[in-house]
């Protein structure tokens, strides 16, 4: 959404944060360049399915001008070390700089609300357009497309949730640790660590990094219980629940 003035400047990174995927970068060099910033971690399953959107507007319009940012701000203990940042970054495929808030400077900096979170900066260092959480994909895409002079079809939803029509009904809220139990959700996630095996539902399922691993997946929101066995060796931190698209007669 566009903020409610566009003198709001885009505060400075911290001397000394470490960066991946490129050299230190300073705010007030990418002045004459947009710039996307997004705050992401890489245990949150809401970050994960924002990533190929970063990823694709990264290769859309970087030869534009638009300089994509991930600030990585752990969530969950697992994220928090830099080695295993470091890790998914190349795992997750992440092709353009993240610099790893590893104290949260940024983030306080920024006054941010929580995960996903990204900020748009015009050309000259101002607030263009934000968004907290998932979805509004293609109103960023279009405010990305009218810092750089491009005119193009927004990238296709990659979920049946990312439709801007859908209607969505709420999902289960996180749950801490191992949970077990009654859910009504698109689907179940674990941030796990640790290496061995978890059991959901029957299903097993094998943990070699710390993250955010699917554990049920369905076509819309659904009602069920989740039943999960966690192995030696790992460590669940949180269960997590995405949204479901359910038929406008049932949200009514």
């Known amino acids: 959404m566009r903020p409610p003035v566009d003198t709001i400047a885009a505060p400075p990174f911290p001397r000394g944060v470490r960066w991946l995927n490129s050299p230190p970068l300073r705010m007030d060099e990418q002045i004459g360049r947009p710039v996307l910033l997004e705050f992401w971690d890489f245990c949150r399953v809401n970050s994960l ?3 190929p959107y970063l990823r ?5 319009y970087a030869s534009a001008g638009l300089r994509v940012i991930g600030v990585h701000a752990a969530g969950f203990a697992p994220s928090a070390d830099e080695a295993a940042v470091r890790e998914a970054v190349v795992r ?3 092709p353009y700089p993240v610099v790893v808030d590893a104290e949260l ?8 609300r929580g995960w996903p979170a990204r900020y748009l900066w015009n050309p000259r260092g101002r607030l263009h357009d934000y968004h907290y959480g998932e979805g509004a994909y293609a109103e960023t895409e279009r405010a990305i497309q009218a810092l750089v002079g491009t005119d193009r079809e927004p990238m296709a939803p990659q979920r049946p949730e990312d439709d801007p029509r859908a209607v969505l009904a709420a999902q289960t809220a996180d749950q801490p640790g191992a949970y077990s139990g009654p859910y009504a959700a698109g689907g179940a996630w674990a941030v796990l660590d640790g290496h061995g095996r978890v ?5 097993p399922l094998e943990v070699d990094h710390p993250g955010c691993y699917p554990l049920l997946e369905h076509p819309r929101h659904t009602e069920g219980t989740l039943e999960l066995e966690i192995g030696e060796g790992v460590t669940c931190h949180a269960v997590c629940f995405t949204p479901g698209v359910v ?6």
């Open 56 to 60: 694709e507007w990264h290769r859309r």
């Open 199 to 203: 059991v959901a539902n029957g299903a």
């Open 105 to 112: 400077e940024i983030w306080r900096r920024y006054g941010n």
């Open 49 to 51: 399915r924002t990533l």
């Open 92 to 94: 997750l495929d992440v």
């Open 247 to 252: 038929d406008q007669a049932e949200a009514a």
